[in-house]
């Protein structure tokens, strides 16, 4: 459904403070609920476009993102994400443009392209890429924004920054296309916009906290997804006095 309504002229519907679905995210996240719903009549949906459907302390609960990245959608840039999580940990994020999806059991991460074999998920932070999400709010502010590690001497010495404005850099985080992802925010693991991603790195074996080092969870701020253990301890090294 991205993909056969990419590039067409689409209304936009607004969300307040800059933000808005077009109809891509609405078509796409009604395709998703008709395959859950066929398989799993009984489980409760929490979708970003339709909100909470289903009982919400249903066994099981899905979380979808239909189409994270619609700034970038609705401009005609490729680089979005479809999100689909289930709160026990197994999820999947779908590139609609490169074909590729990854995906979770909860216990092991692969990919998928265009129906090839899967093949294990494996994190490296040899790209030294790390992925920022400067987009606000900045609940942190003033005393850390994710931007302000772009002004770090130590970050450009070691790391180069990336802002691709999607969840996507989290499943390239899993993949090894990316070092590292740094966020501000509140509580991000039960987000429709996240857990998908989360899940993913964490299965592939990435370190995944919060911009304080703690684990993420109800009390959490932010994330801080890397490769490995010494790309993480690099990372809060640089955010230390900042937060």
Sequence with gaps: MVRT???????????????????????????????L?????????????????????????WLVDPLCGTLNYAVGT??????????????AVADPFSGEVFFTDGETAWV??????????????????????????FPSAPGFRAVDLLACPEFIEVFRPR??????????????????????????????????????????????TGIDGAPTGEAGRGLVVAADDETHGLLMSMMRGRG
Aim: hydrophobic content about 45%; proline content about 3%; some cysteine.
């Design 5 to 35: 309504l990419y590039g067409q002229r689409l209304d936009r519907i607004d969300k307040g403070a800059g933000d808005f679905a077009t109809a891509a995210d609405v078509e796409a996240e009604r395709t998703i609920l008709a395959v």
């Design 78 to 91: 490729m680089l979005v994400a479809v999100n689909v999580a289930l709160r026990e940990g197994a999820a």
């Design 112 to 137: 998928r392209h265009d129906g090839a074999d899967d093949a294990l998920l494996t994190p490296t932070a040899a790209t030294r890429l790390v992925d920022v999400n400067l987009d606000p709010p």
């Design 37 to 61: 719903r066929a398989a799993r009549p009984d489980d409760a949906v929490l979708g970003e476009e339709g909100g909470q459907q289903g009982a919400t302390d249903a066994v099981r609960q």
């Design 163 to 208: 802002v691709v404005s999607t969840t996507l850099a989290l499943a390239w985080v899993a993949a090894g296309k990316r070092a590292a992802y740094v966020t501000d925010g509140g509580d991000l693991s039960g987000s429709v916009h996240f857990a998908a991603g989360i899940a993913l790195c964490r299965a592939a074996g990435c370190v995944v």
